[in-house]
């Protein structure tokens, strides 16, 4: 079945380091998500990505989507206590189906 | 405007207890979605609903789980004789249209089974 993976699973930063998280997809997706969950939280959405090739930037954070739309990266340049949480890349399932898929994200945790 | 709202945020249920959880959407919104969460992991997809109709429920255990959407009132996901491999954080996330863009997810439920 179709998979989202994301890697690496944890990472732990210093404050003011970047920060970079990937995504890969077993099969072509028409688009990419990415959500962020803090401690206890609930996912909030951050971007979504269409285009082939496409970057979006967000302030400090960089998201890209690969020229296969198969692949994405989220680059948080000097992180900051307040970038720490989850983050989780999801594309439309296979098929048709109207559901996101969802990666098991990668946990950032920054030492201040 | 407010967001989607989910209750009980916390629910504690012993074994062979039944769990209801509850998740109005957003104004406007249509769609609603199941996921559920167990600690340290991903969002996995139960069920996609609109108003009175089970869309999608291919993320659904075949047994114990059943979720509806009625044409007024909140969608609910009920769990039948809980397990304690129950126990997870069920978020419920809602859109205008069918993914044509983001999810707006609820804070959760959170259930314990003891």
């Known amino acids: 079945g179709q998979q989202v993976m994301q890697i690496p699973q944890y990472q732990h930063v210093q404050e003011g380091e970047d920060f970079t998280t990937y995504c890969n997809s077993s099969?072509?997706?028409?688009?990419i998500q990415w959500y962020k969950q803090r401690p206890g939280g609930h996912p909030v959405f951050l971007i979504q990505l269409v285009k082939s090739g496409e970057v979006k930037k967000q302030k400090r954070l960089t998201f890209q989507f690969g020229e296969a739309k198969k692949n994405s990266s989220l680059h948080i340049t000097a992180t900051q206590t307040t970038d720490v949480g989850t983050y989780f890349c999801?594309?439309?399932?296979?098929?048709?189906?109207?559901?996101?898929?969802f990666g098991k994200g990668t946990k950032l945790t920054v030492n201040p | 405007n407010a967001g989607v709202m989910q209750n009980p945020r916390h629910l504690v249920r012993r074994r062979g207890q039944e769990a209801r959880l509850r998740c109005s959407p957003m104004k406007g919104h249509s769609h609603v979605y199941w996921y559920r969460q167990l600690p340290e992991e991903g969002l996995k997809f139960m069920v996609y609903?609109?108003?009175?109709?089970?869309?999608?429920e291919s993320g659904m255990p075949k047994e114990r789980f059943s979720a509806e959407f009625p044409k007024e009132g909140p969608s609910i996901l009920r769990i039948q004789q809980v397990v304690r491999g129950d126990s997870a954080a069920y978020f419920c996330?809602?859109?205008?249209?069918?993914?044509?863009?983001?999810?707006?997810f609820g804070e959760g439920s959170r259930l314990t089974v003891l």
């Open positions: 099969t072509t997706l028409s688009n």
């Open positions: 999801a594309g439309p399932a296979q098929g048709g189906s109207e559901k996101l898929v």
């Open positions: 996330a809602s859109s205008p249209l069918a993914l044509a863009g983001e999810l707006f």
């Open positions: 609903l609109q108003k009175e109709n089970i869309i999608d």
